[in-house]
């Protein structure tokens, strides 16, 4: 088995903020042969085994301010790497992530990777 990539499906509404974070199409999550997750977006990444992710949900579509972008959620500590508010994949974790942005450490990761039932199967859980 080899690495898997998963672009994000870029909405062309946002590209300035995009190229201003740095976030292109060599960006998306991987899951690598060894057995990680490593998602980028920009100068920003999130990695971690395979057995640190709880479960996953394809969700959305969303507001377009609460899915698009660098952020983090309003509700808990996670985060979402987003580049449109169409779908996208909530992926939990066991333990949480280190911190990306913001002060607390992330117990979920939204993307909007432009397949993400592959994504979800790519993860198996």
């Known amino acids: 088995m080899s690495d898997q990539f998963f672009p994000y499906r870029f909405d062309g509404r946002w590209k300035p903020?995009?190229?201003a974070l740095r976030v292109g199409p060599t960006d998306g999550v991987t899951i690598t042969e060894d057995g990680r997750?490593?998602?980028?977006f920009g100068r920003v990444a999130v990695?971690?085994?395979l057995g640190n992710v709880d479960h996953t949900m394809i969700t959305g579509p969303h507001r377009w301010y609460?899915?698009?972008g660098l952020r983090l959620?309003?509700?808990d500590d996670g985060i979402t790497f987003g580049t449109n508010h169409h779908r996208g994949l909530c992926i939990e974790f066991v333990e949480k992530v280190p911190r990306v942005i913001g002060f607390k450490d992330h117990s979920a990761l939204w993307v909007s990777v432009a397949d993400p039932q592959?994504?979800?199967a790519a993860i198996g859980r």
């Open 118 to 120: 592959a994504l979800a």
């Open 66 to 68: 609460t899915a698009v």
């Open 37 to 40: 997750l490593h998602a980028t």
């Open 17 to 19: 903020m995009f190229a």
């Open 47 to 49: 990695d971690t085994p």
């Open 73 to 75: 959620s309003f509700a």
